[in-house]
């Protein structure tokens, strides 16, 4: 299926649920929308979007709104779809670890680095990073600690590289 008909399928299954991101194919939930859709491209025989390839965290640069975007793959079907879900701080977005085994990482990830609350999740902390650490790495306006634990945290990584 190419991208248009994916979306044509989505609208008739759940009208009005799903918006399409301007000049991207890319398909817009709301987190209130999120559980249906997922269950819908996971579910439904037509689209069977059975791989789960990833779940990238991102911060819009507002100080208030975050996103998901999660990227599938139908290994029968051999179509591709990147969903994204919005939300503020301290919103949650529906787990999907009950349909894609594999988000399982991939949201304690995007928690752990974005800090994005995934409600149903089975074990949702830290993965990376200590349980103890502070804040989240990956955000804007994230300000590297000078020290953990009495450690210098070094500011020059250039070393590293």
Request: aromatic share 14%; with cysteine.
């Amino acid at each position: 299926m190419t991208f248009a008909e994916i979306v044509k399928f989505i609208e008739t299954k759940a009208p009005g649920r799903s918006s399409i991101i301007e000049g991207k194919e890319v398909v817009l939930v709301s987190p209130a929308d999120w559980s249906e859709i997922s269950t819908l491209l996971k579910n439904e025989s037509e689209v069977d979007f059975d791989y789960l390839m990833c779940i990238s965290s991102y911060d819009k640069g507002d100080n208030k709104t975050f996103g998901a975007a999660y990227n599938f793959y139908s290994i029968k079907r051999q179509h591709y779809l990147e969903v994204r879900v919005e939300t503020e701080d301290g919103t949650t977005i529906p787990s999907v670890t009950n349909l894609w085994k594999t988000a399982d990482w991939h949201e304690r990830e995007a928690y752990d680095m974005m800090g994005l609350q995934f409600e149903g999740h089975p074990d949702l902390k830290r993965i990376l990073l200590s349980e103890d650490w502070e804040g989240y790495p990956l955000r804007k306006d994230y300000k590297e600690p000078d020290y953990y634990h009495g450690i210098p945290v070094p500011k020059d990584k250039s070393y590293w590289e």
